[in-house]
């Protein structure tokens, strides 16, 4: 099998490369590592299967040949990332999914796409079923990552019946583990580094907020069984155990062994969403698939690799 994996010097990209390269695939990763790591594209560099292209999704991606699948990972995913690149956001998610699409087209290849739980913005509905069509303000600060990932799933959709193309789209909820960013803004990287250095906990407004947390391995085989299983229809894949960010911070701290108080130290940003917890059903029955690492299971590789990231 030949596996095309846009966004792949990424977080989740350069897991996915890895296992793609496991499974026996050649793997071809593209990258303009706008967010992504160097460290990341390089790091399978020996493997004579593997093959990194350092290139923008947004112009036309000078990759040949037949693949049985691309992968589209490609897009500034962080809530700090998305703020400081909104055009970049809305660029990728648009033109780059274009790309994406003619690059499967060409390759005869299935498309799996990465879309997101923010499609359904700040959710009126609880736990988020693929049904519900989302509570997302059009122009807040969120809404070029949300309306652009919205606008791929129109995209995608749209371009699989007219092309008759074979296409997935994940909608991956909150997912952490190794090779996250430490500055990267989300909670995981934030709470995980304050732990190990002692600090308090920075949380936004007053910490009720909710929360599911996938590990990255386990969402990797959701998306592995996207492609050999999934049909047209979006896909949940994510943690269903959800969690306030004081209980979050109360996990850290037993995993890490330390840590300090939480201390709210401003307003919740507006649109953050107030609650989040995906409903799997569609993915346990269509796929077979639920994760299987428990947070705690999950948190201690993350702890390690944060500490070594951080020389402590
Ligand atoms: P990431 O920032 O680590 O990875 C995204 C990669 O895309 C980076 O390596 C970046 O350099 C690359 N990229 C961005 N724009 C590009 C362009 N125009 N051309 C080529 N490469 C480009 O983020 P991640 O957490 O690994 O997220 C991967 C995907 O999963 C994203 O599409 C994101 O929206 C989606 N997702 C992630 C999460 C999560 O919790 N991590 C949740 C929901 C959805
Ligand atoms: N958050 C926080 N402190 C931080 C970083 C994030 O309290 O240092 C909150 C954020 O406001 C949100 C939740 O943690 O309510 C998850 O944020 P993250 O950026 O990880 O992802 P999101 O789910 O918002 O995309």
């Not at 691309?70 to 274009?98: C, H, Q, W």
């Not at 995981?188 to 907020?209: I, K, N, S, Y």
């Not at 701290?253 to 939480?262: E, L, P, T, W």
Request: glycine letters at 8%; hydrophobic letters at 35%.
């Amino acid at each position: 099998m030949r596996s095309i994996v846009l966004g792949g010097a990424g977080f989740i990209g350069s897991h996915l490369v890895d296992r793609l390269l496991a499974r026996g695939d050649e793997v071809v990763a593209v990258d303009s590592l706008l967010t992504g790591r160097r460290d990341n594209a390089d790091r399978n560099g020996g493997n004579p299967r593997y093959q990194f292209l350092q290139h923008d999704i947004c112009r036309p991606i000078p990759v040949d040949g037949r693949a049985e699948a691309v992968f589209n990972l490609a897009s500034p995913a962080s809530p700090i990332d998305y703020a400081k690149l909104p055009l970049e956001t809305l660029d990728v998610g648009s033109m780059g999914t274009r790309q994406a699409l003619d690059l499967a087209r060409r390759a005869g290849a299935t498309l799996i796409h990465a879309s997101t739980s923010e499609v359904y913005g700040d959710p009126l509905e609880h736990p988020q079923r693929e049904e519900y069509f989302g509570n997302v303000n059009p122009i807040g600060p969120r809404s070029c990552y949300d309306e652009a990932k919205r606008f791929a799933e129109a995209l995608v959709t749209s371009y699989a019946r007219v092309h008759r193309l074979p296409a997935r789209i994940a909608r991956i909820f909150n997912t952490y583990g190794p090779r996250m960013r430490a500055d990267d803004g989300r909670v995981v990287p934030a709470f995980v580094t304050q732990a190990l250095r002692g600090e308090d906990f920075t949380v936004f407004g007053d910490g009720t907020q909710t929360r599911s947390f996938c590990y990255v391995d386990d969402l990797v085989s959701g998306l592995l069984a996207l492609q050999e299983k999934g049909d047209s229809r979006p896909v949940n894949l994510g943690n269903p155990r959800e969690m306030t960010l004081i209980e979050f911070a109360d996990t850290i701290r037993k995993v890490v062994g330390k840590g300090g108080r939480v201390r709210s130290v401003r307003p919740l940003p507006e649109n953050d969403p107030k609650q989040r917890r995906p409903d799997i059903t569609r993915a346990r029955t269509l796929l077979g698939w639920e994760p299987k690492v428990s947070l705690e299971e999950g948190l201690a590789p993350t702890v390690a690799y944060f500490r070594r990231e951080l020389a402590l």
